[in-house]
């Protein structure tokens, strides 16, 4: 079935240190990839997307390109913050209205000063 | 940008006891809503789909007599966790389409989560 495989955390980074958090997803057709960020004891937001092959998403920094070659969607961040600490989560959807998100396991990130 | 509720934010119940969950889209009309749980350090499953005006479809393994879902209008879903027990403590999380012209059709907007403890 369709999945997502997130690298496992947590990652724990200095700040300004360059992020890379890998994620690589199974699907029978062509979703659309997204991450999405959970801060301490808030909800899940939508931090970027892209929606077909060779899309960049990008958002406060993060970016992410969707390859289809490699079926993967990997997050980067150039320096990060120590704001950034949160658990980030690699999803896919298809192009269906009903269709919901299939989640990777998430990745905590922890960035000290 | 759009803004999804929950309430309550925590319970704590007896077993035994049946606890409702509401799901609101604040400023956008939502024909689905998802609902999820998170166990700790764990991603989220997907329990049900939630359309207003029918039936939920509920992923495999997911009660449907125990979680009852209703999706009464365009703004508003419930889950209710009937007959509580110990195993059912986690945290809820409902998600939600806008379902305007106009609105990214893949977006999901999430709740905040409520977290059920049954004691």
């Known amino acids: 079935g369709d999945s997502v495989t997130q690298m496992e955390g947590p990652v724990t980074l200095s700040e300004e240190a360059f992020l890379t958090i890998n994620c690589t997803y199974t699907a029978t057709g062509y979703p659309s990839l997204f991450w999405y960020v959970q801060y301490p004891g808030e909800g899940l937001q939508l931090l970027l997307k892209a929606t077909k092959a060779d899309d960049k998403g990008s958002n406060k920094g993060f970016e992410a390109t969707y390859r289809k070659e490699t079926t993967s969607f990997h997050l980067e961040k150039g320096s990060v913050q120590v704001s950034d600490s949160a658990v980030y989560f690699c999803?896919?959807?298809?192009?269906?209205?009903?269709?919901?998100?299939?989640f990777g396991k998430g990745t905590t990130l922890s960035v000290s000063s | 940008g759009a803004v999804v509720s929950q309430h309550p934010s925590r319970v704590i119940c007896k077993s035994g006891t049946s606890v409702k969950i509401e799901c609101r889209s604040l400023d956008f009309q939502a024909t689905t809503m998802f609902w999820y749980r998170q166990f700790p350090k764990q991603s989220l499953m997907l329990m049900a789909t939630?359309?207003?005006?029918?039936?939920?479809?509920?992923e495999q393994g997911v009660e449907k007599d125990k979680f009852l879902i209703n999706h009464a209008s365009l703004t508003l879903s419930t889950l209710t966790v009937t007959s509580a027990h110990p195993e059912d403590s986690s945290f809820y999380i409902c998600?939600?389409?806008?379902?305007?012209?106009?609105?990214?059709?893949?977006?999901?907007?999430f709740g905040p989560g409520t977290r059920l403890t049954v004691l």
């Open positions: 998600s939600a389409r806008d379902a305007g012209r106009g609105a990214d059709w893949d977006t999901q907007y």
């Open positions: 939630s359309n207003e005006g029918s039936k939920a479809t509920y």
């Open positions: 999803a896919l959807s298809f192009n269906q209205a009903g269709t919901a998100l299939i």
